[in-house]
């Protein structure tokens, strides 16, 4: 059945995947964009773009009128409880009979760090809400370690603040390729996902990953929370945002991402991407030439 997809958070990382994805799977793709400098490029793919600010719920209803399914994405603010709200608001109004919602795994109440507390509030709001529903907890994106290729390009060292952490780490293409499967097939209604890569990862077998794939060895240098928010606070990121992935770094730090979930494998039938195939495919950020 051709369906109407409206798809949130439309030019950050995933979402732009999962409109990769899905351009060519014969439904109608909406992307909801607040910036409306940002719309041309989705258009140029043949998206119906419609302008709307998920914190502002006087600008939604147009977007959401006939939609059918819809992917939810927030970005890590702490607004995000109110932009989930506003949007499970306007499906509700709307009739969407299916709402997809980008989670996090380790979402729960009392959770270490307040990005995954915040999640909880919204993942209850969703199910509370009597809108048909399906949470995707994504662990830690590979996508990430591109934060740290100037020191690898430049000294050969992988300077990250996860202590001997292990973490189930996924390709965000991965997560991509999952949602488009899980907005476009049946069977995902009041399912719980968690999405992790094949294999829990010491930070150093991510740096001989990336090694190996350009070609020189790579070490892992672990380097204390306060330090990388000293940086980030330097780069002009804001206190809360700051605080925020020092909490994230602990949470990891103390081992809160080993695990490995098989979720992925069941609904797509192969398996995710490997830390091997990451490095391989973004060699080039990390300094191949
Ligand atoms: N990174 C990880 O390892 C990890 C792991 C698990 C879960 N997650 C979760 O993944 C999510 C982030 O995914 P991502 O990396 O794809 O996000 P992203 O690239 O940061 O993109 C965020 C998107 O949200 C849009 N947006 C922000 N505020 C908005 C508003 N008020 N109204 C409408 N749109 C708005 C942004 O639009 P603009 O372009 O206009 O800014 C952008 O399109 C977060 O919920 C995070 O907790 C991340």
Request: charged residues 20%.
């Amino acid at each position: 059945m051709k369906k109407t997809i409206l798809i949130t958070g439309a030019t950050g990382n995933i979402s732009s995947g999962i409109i990769t994805n899905l351009k060519d799977s014969g439904h109608n793709l909406r992307a909801l964009v607040r910036n409306p400098e940002k719309a041309d490029a989705l258009k140029a793919k043949g998206v119906d773009v419609r302008i709307g600010d998920l914190e502002k719920p006087w600008t939604l209803d147009a977007a959401f009128a006939g939609v059918d399914t819809l992917w939810l994405l927030t970005a890590g603010d702490p607004r995000s409880p109110e932009q989930n709200s506003n949007a499970i608001w306007a499906a509700k109004k709307a009739g969407v009979k299916h709402i997809v919602r980008m989670s996090a795994a380790g979402a729960e109440y009392n959770a270490p760090a307040i990005s995954y507390r915040l999640h909880a509030l919204s993942d209850a709001e969703l199910v509370g809400s009597g809108i048909p529903y399906t949470l995707v907890k994504a662990q830690f994106f590979a996508q990430n370690f591109m934060m740290a290729a100037d020191p690898i390009k430049e000294k050969g060292c992988m300077f990250m603040s996860l202590a001997d952490g292990k973490i189930g780490i996924i390709d965000a293409r991965d997560i991509s390729e999952f949602a488009a499967k899980v907005l476009t097939t049946e069977g995902h209604a009041g399912k719980t996902y968690t999405l992790t890569g094949p294999a829990s990862l010491h930070m150093q077998q991510v740096a001989d990953a990336i090694g190996a794939a350009i070609g020189k060895p790579i070490k892992y240098v672990a380097i204390p929370v306060d330090g990388v928010k000293k940086v980030l606070a330097e780069k002009g990121m804001n206190e809360w945002a700051v605080n925020r992935f020092g909490e994230i770094f602990n949470a990891y730090a103390a081992n809160g991402g080993d695990m490995v979930s098989e979720d992925f494998r069941r609904v797509t039938g192969k398996a995710p991407r490997s830390i091997e195939q990451f490095a391989k495919d973004f060699a080039g950020v990390f300094g191949k030439s």
